[in-house]
């Protein structure tokens, strides 16, 4: 089974970026469908965005326009740019592969706090 290690969170100023970094091994990510999720405290997991094995994007709709997901077949990683951030996008991040949160590998995840 693949392991998955996030990196790249922090805290960071509203209207600020951040960039995320999931590092796979055991396995390649360009054999699954990779996600982003994250969870607010005492929720349930969001998907934040997935990138398919054959490119195809798709992203919550709080998100869209402002994060980007992309794949670096070399580093066998998968990034989250997020920019132009919100106080309602402080979570802790989670990497995966599944669109569905539970059904395949997960890292640890990683906390973003934005605050001013």
């Known amino acids: 089974q693949v392991q998955l290690v996030e990196s790249g969170g922090g805290l960071v100023q509203p209207g600020g970026s951040l960039r995320l970094s999931c590092a796979a091994s055991g396995g390649l990510v360009s054999d699954y469908t990779m996600a982003w999720y994250r969870q607010f405290p005492g929720k349930l997991h969001d998907l934040v965005a997935l990138?398919?094995?054959?490119?195809?994007?798709d992203y919550a709709a709080a998100v869209q326009g402002r994060f980007t997901i992309s794949r670096d077949d070399a580093r066998n990683t998968v990034d989250l740019q997020m920019n132009s951030l919100k106080s309602d996008d402080t979570a802790v991040y989670f990497c995966a592969t599944g669109a569905i949160w539970g059904v395949g590998s997960r890292g640890q995840g990683t906390q973003v706090t934005v605050s001013s």
């Open positions: 990138i398919t094995t054959r490119n195809r994007t």
